[in-house]
């Protein structure tokens, strides 16, 4: 029997010549993360365990991005003990105020993860860099912990299913559309404990920050990973980021999959996610008139440059609508300095919207944009559990930055051809 991408990736790493889907194995890590929530509970673990150093200190990542800058003083002190785990080991890849971003958007910005990498992190969408052909997954703080000591991890190798993506995405429609789509069609548990692999012809019509939304909300479908193939885009983005060595994998073609879907991007529409789960998805002519009281455009989901550039595009000589608040958060600083270079913050701010410093605060209900009882919001982040951005009244609506930007202008959920 052939092997799957993710698969192929779990063998190579554990040392063995082939996996087959529910294999219980360990495998060697290019890159253990953490960040200013989970990173804390793996120091306690680590510290529990009598661990005394580090696997590698230059494959340890730990990124201060959900609470930072600080909100309160809890946070404070997890920062700080993060910040002393960091010096005492001398941890290369540590980012704080002034250099950090989204932990998704910097890991991949920087090349601290590439193409053919096992990555495991403290944080749900680490499964962000199968964009890259990399095998990347959740873990829990615990095994953070035994990661950052040893430099291993165990896995249940998982079995696979395949999207084949054909045609090209209409003009205002994105990766975030293709993501909510395929969630409404298999749910949020069709996944389950599987590797979501994509390929096909119209793999090329999606650009790298398509991919990287599309890999990031693989979790929301309850997958173990997702993953796509790499073709000339990959290489191009991945060029001049990394000096490492990588290995690109590629399906055998007799792989096995569990179920394989056809997706046409020609045929999908603007689609956002109601309230409260990530499947429960409606296209453009079955939103209703729904008023909002908050957009976010941000987070490690949408929070790249070219979905700051298509805010700026939409937003362009419009205003908020009134009593609608607008908050836009660039992933990275980087992506913050080239949004001044380009103009796009002065866009936002005559607009009438409020630019934040690199954080996922708002997305996680954590501060930068906390909803009060009965209040909407449309946001580009990847949840919308009940109570997920503030009171358990409030409701989060997901969608691609082309329908905040445009929704932000209407003070209803709209697309960006209701305010051409």
């Known amino acids: 029997m052939g092997m799957t991408m993710s698969q192929k990736i779990l063998a190579d790493r554990a040392g063995l010549e082939s996996v087959k889907p529910n294999d219980l194995i360990m495998a060697k890590l290019d890159m253990v993360l953490g960040n200013d929530i989970t990173t804390p509970?793996?120091?306690?673990?680590?510290?529990?365990?009598?661990?005394?150093?580090?696997?590698?200190?230059?494959?340890?990542?730990?990124?201060?991005?959900?609470?930072?800058?600080?909100?309160?003083?809890?946070?404070a002190t997890q920062s700080a003990q993060c910040r002393c785990f960091a010096n005492d080991f001398d941890i290369k890849h540590y980012y704080d105020v002034g250099n950090m971003g989204v932990e998704h958007a910097l890991l991949p910005e920087q090349g601290i993860v590439t193409i053919g990498d096992l990555i495991i992190g403290a944080d749900s969408h680490t499964c962000t860099y199968g964009a890259l052909g990399a095998f990347s997954t959740g873990v829990g703080s615990t095994d953070m912990a035994v990661g950052m000591a040893t430099g291993q991890a165990w896995f249940k190798v998982p079995c696979a299913m395949r999207f084949n993506l054909k045609g090209k995405l209409r003009p205002y429609v994105s990766?975030?559309?293709?993501?909510?789509?395929?969630?409404?069609?298999?749910?949020?548990?069709?996944?389950?404990?599987?590797?979501?692999?994509?390929?096909?012809?119209?793999?090329?019509?999606?650009?790298?920050?398509?991919?990287?939304?599309?890999?990031?909300?693989?979790?929301?479908?309850?997958?173990?990973?997702?993953?796509?193939?790499?073709?000339?885009?990959?290489?191009?983005?991945?060029?001049?980021?990394?000096?490492?060595?990588?290995?690109?994998?590629?399906?055998?073609?007799?792989?096995?999959?569990?179920?394989?879907?056809?997706?046409?991007?020609?045929?999908?529409?603007?689609?956002?996610?109601?309230?409260?789960?990530?499947e429960n998805t409606k296209e453009k002519d079955d939103w209703g008139e729904v008023k909002i009281d908050q957009v976010v455009i941000g987070s490690c989901t949408n929070g790249r440059?070219?979905?700051?550039?298509?805010?700026?595009?939409?937003?362009?000589?419009?205003?908020?609508?009134?009593?609608?608040?607008?908050?836009?958060?660039?992933?990275?600083?980087?992506?913050?300095?080239?949004?001044?270079n380009r103009g796009y913050l002065e866009t936002f701010i005559k607009a009438g919207a409020v630019v934040s410093t690199p954080t996922c605060g708002p997305c996680l209900g954590g501060h930068m944009g906390i909803l009060a009882a009965n209040e909407k919001c449309v946001s580009t982040t990847n949840r919308n559990f009940v109570g997920r951005m503030g009171h358990i009244t409030s409701e989060v609506y997901l969608s691609s930055p082309e329908v905040a930007a445009a929704s932000a202008v209407r003070g209803i959920l709209s697309a960006p051809q209701d305010i051409a």
């Open 41 to 75: 509970v793996a120091i306690n673990a680590f510290k529990q365990a009598k661990f005394t150093q580090v696997f590698d200190k230059d494959k340890i990542s730990l990124v201060m991005d959900h609470f930072a800058p600080n909100k309160d003083i809890k946070a």
């Open 175 to 278: 990766g975030k559309d293709v993501i909510l789509h395929i969630i409404g069609k298999i749910g949020v548990d069709g996944a389950l404990y599987k590797s979501m692999e994509f390929g096909g012809e119209g793999l090329k019509n999606l650009t790298i920050d398509d991919r990287l939304c599309i890999a990031n909300m693989a979790i929301e479908a309850g997958a173990k990973n997702g993953i796509f193939e790499v073709d000339d885009i990959t290489m191009s983005y991945a060029k001049g980021r990394t000096s490492r060595e990588f290995r690109i994998y590629k399906a055998d073609e007799d792989a096995e999959y569990e179920q394989v879907f056809d997706i046409d991007l020609d045929s999908i529409n603007h689609t956002v996610a109601f309230p409260h789960l990530p």
């Open 305 to 340: 440059l070219s979905d700051m550039a298509v805010a700026a595009e939409i937003l362009k000589d419009k205003k908020i609508a009134k009593n609608t608040r607008c908050i836009i958060i660039p992933a990275t600083q980087n992506i913050y300095l080239e949004c001044i």
